[in-house]
C-alpha cells in the first residue's frame, strides 16, 4: 500500500510539473490503472502508466470529436411555402 502512494504521489508531480493542458485525461486514467494494476498483481505503477496513456489517448479523441462537430455547417430546415 505504501508503495502505491508513493507511485501515484510521484506521478502526481510529474503530471503537475508537465502542465494542465498535457495532463487532461491522464489524472483520472492514472488513478483507475493504479488501483486495476495494484489487485492484479502488485503492477500499480505499470497500471498507472497505462492508464495515464489511455486517459490522454480518450481525451483528446474527444476534443477531436468536438472540434468536428463545431466546424461542422449546421443544416438549416427548409421551411415549404
Not at 28 to 55: D, M, T
Amino acid at each position: 500500500m505504501k508503495r502505491m502512494l508513493v507511485g501515484a504521489a510521484v506521478a502526481l508531480t510529474t503530471l503537475a510539473a508537465a502542465g494542465g493542458a498535457e495532463a487532461k485525461g491522464c489524472i483520472k486514467g492514472a488513478i483507475v490503472g493504479g488501483i486495476a494494476g495494484h489487485y492484479a498483481g502488485h503492477h500499480g505503477l505499470v497500471g498507472a502508466a497505462a492508464g495515464c496513456a489511455i486517459g490522454r489517448h480518450r481525451a483528446n479523441a474527444r476534443d477531436r470529436q468536438m472540434q468536428q462537430q463545431q466546424m461542422a455547417p449546421q443544416a438549416r430546415p427548409v421551411s415549404a411555402q
